[in-house]
């Protein structure tokens, strides 16, 4: 699935990149991802089935985000998905709007 842009007019929102997540992805296909995404500014899509749920696997997706330099915001309707992403430093929104502010 390539990743996304949304458009926006707040100068604010313009360079960040959104990567939507099938739900089957697991923490190396991500981390793939996540390297080629072209802004330092990143919204990561997570559906709520997803197969991410290891707290081991969002560490890891989290150190590799600092290795790159990038600001990851973790969007999910699930609170437990949130709550996870927010363990190991994440910025966590149900919304991607709410992520985009």
Same mark, same amino acid.
Do not use: C
């Given at each position: ?31 793939? $991802?996540? @390297? !080629?995404?072209?802004?330092? =500014?990143?919204? &990561? /899509? ?16 989290? $150190?590799? @985000? !600092?290795?790159?330099?990038? =600001?990851?915001? &973790? /969007? ?26």
């Amino acid at each position: 699935m390539a990743a996304k842009r949304k458009p926006s007019n707040n100068k604010q929102n313009q360079d960040k990149q959104v990567l939507y997540i099938s739900p089957d992805e697991d923490v190396t296909s991500i981390r793939e $991802r996540l @390297a !080629q995404a072209s802004t330092p =500014d990143v919204a &990561i /899509v997570i559906p709520p089935q997803t197969h991410l749920r290891s707290h081991v696997a969002w560490r890891l997706l989290q $150190r590799s @985000a !600092q290795k790159l330099g990038k =600001d990851i915001s &973790i /969007v999910s309707s699930d609170p437990h998905i949130r709550a996870i992403a927010r363990s190991v430093r994440f910025k966590a929104a149900a919304t991607l709007p709410a992520a985009l502010m």
